[in-house]
């Protein structure tokens, strides 16, 4: 979600440099919150799903992910990077409640190598 912590700033740094922003949320006011912020696309996460949005309208991937979630949504944003995309990862929030597990990632140092991110 772009409204936990830093996410917020990643936003409106993010259109400050001149980028087109998607932003997650889970609900209708944090929606609103991040357009006011900057964000040019707000995905509710609860209602729709990433990957699928993602796939749709930006076929080509996107070329900057900031990501503090993990879990799901990591996988979502990495399948749909674009090749030479980067990726920063600032946390995973979605897992700390579970401990640490071991990655449920399985590939996904082959699939970021694909694309040279």
Request: net charge positive; proline share 2%.
């Amino acid at each position: 979600s772009c409204l936990a912590g830093t996410g917020q700033f990643a936003v409106q740094l993010a259109k400050l440099a001149g980028n087109h922003v998607i932003a997650t949320c889970g609900n209708d006011e944090k929606a609103k919150l991040l357009k006011s912020l900057g964000a040019d696309h707000v995905v509710n996460y609860k209602r729709e799903d990433l990957g699928q949005v993602l796939r749709k309208e930006y076929p080509e991937g996107v070329d900057l992910v900031y990501d503090g979630v993990g879990g799901k949504m990591f996988e979502q944003v990495v399948k749909n990077i674009a090749v030479g995309g980067k990726v920063i990862v600032i946390g995973m929030i979605g897992e700390y409640t579970k401990g640490w597990p071991r990655s449920k990632h399985e590939g996904i140092n082959e699939m970021l190598l694909f694309k040279s991110a």
